[in-house]
């Protein structure tokens, strides 16, 4: 039996925040995951460790926000092809990119995964 969006949704939120927890060191407050045709956008809040926080709040902040958006970056970047494998393994269908930002001001991050093809939910097939 297909699983529907809502279940894909917050199968991607479990699989993200398990990421953010054990590859960054700290998971998100708070997520949300949106399948979009054959995009899936995840919104995260409060992902900042105290310490990026502080660093973000230094006197020439600048430095310490780009910083802090590099590192993030790297990491993202090493850490890749699990989260593809992990949405790929939940929906089913090949990532073919990934794309984020993180908000040194919010805390907030944001990732955009864009799939070959749009996940087969229940929802789909009872609409053909």
Known sequence: MEKTKGQ???EIC??????EKDYMGRGPLESKAYIIDDMILVR??????HAE???ADTPDRRDGRELIK??????MEQGRPLLEA???KITGVK???LHTDISTVTGERVVLF???TPPLTDQCRDKK
């Open 8 to 10: 894909l949704e917050a």
């Open 14 to 19: 479990d699989a993200i925040t398990r990421f």
């Open 44 to 49: 995260l809040k409060n992902v900042l460790t």
């Open 53 to 55: 926080l502080r660093l």
């Open 70 to 75: 590099r590192i993030r970056i790297t990491l």
């Open 86 to 88: 992990a949405v790929e």
């Open 95 to 97: 990532v073919k990119s």
């Open 114 to 116: 864009s799939l070959l």
